[in-house]
């Protein structure tokens, strides 16, 4: 595993997810609390950015929300919850370290290869 720093701690809004560049993966990073997610930073269903859509606390957890036609993404899983999405996005594993996030791009926690 090869922990990058992706930013700090409080970057990350309750609401929004916070777009980073680190190699060659644009990640949307997303926090529910003082837990931290980072998940490839597009949609399955199209070419957009998940990290320009809320975050939201809802029944089955923290999700993304797609802001082009409102699929949502558990932030655990990478799974879309409804559709049109209907795969899911790579998950990465995050360390939070102090108060920063670092991020693993060379492996996925879900097994999905990022686009
Ligand atoms: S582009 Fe994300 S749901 Fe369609």
Redesign the pocket.
């Known amino acids: 595993m090869a922990f990058e720093r992706a930013c700090a701690l409080d970057e990350i809004q309750a609401d929004k997810a916070l777009a980073v560049t680190l190699g060659r993966y644009d990640l949307a990073i997303a926090r529910d609390g003082d837990e931290v997610f980072a998940i490839e930073d597009t949609?399955?269903?199209?070419e957009?950015a998940?990290s320009e859509g809320e975050v939201e606390q809802t029944d089955g957890g923290c999700q993304i929300e797609?802001w082009?036609?409102?699929?949502m993404f558990d932030l655990r899983t990478g799974k879309p919850t409804n559709f049109?999405?209907t795969e899911p996005v790579a998950t990465f594993p995050v360390d939070v370290r102090g108060t920063d996030v670092f991020v693993d791009t060379e492996t996925t926690l879900n097994g999905v290869t990022p686009a």
């Open positions: 949609c399955s269903h199209a957009v998940l797609c082009l036609h409102g699929s049109p999405a």
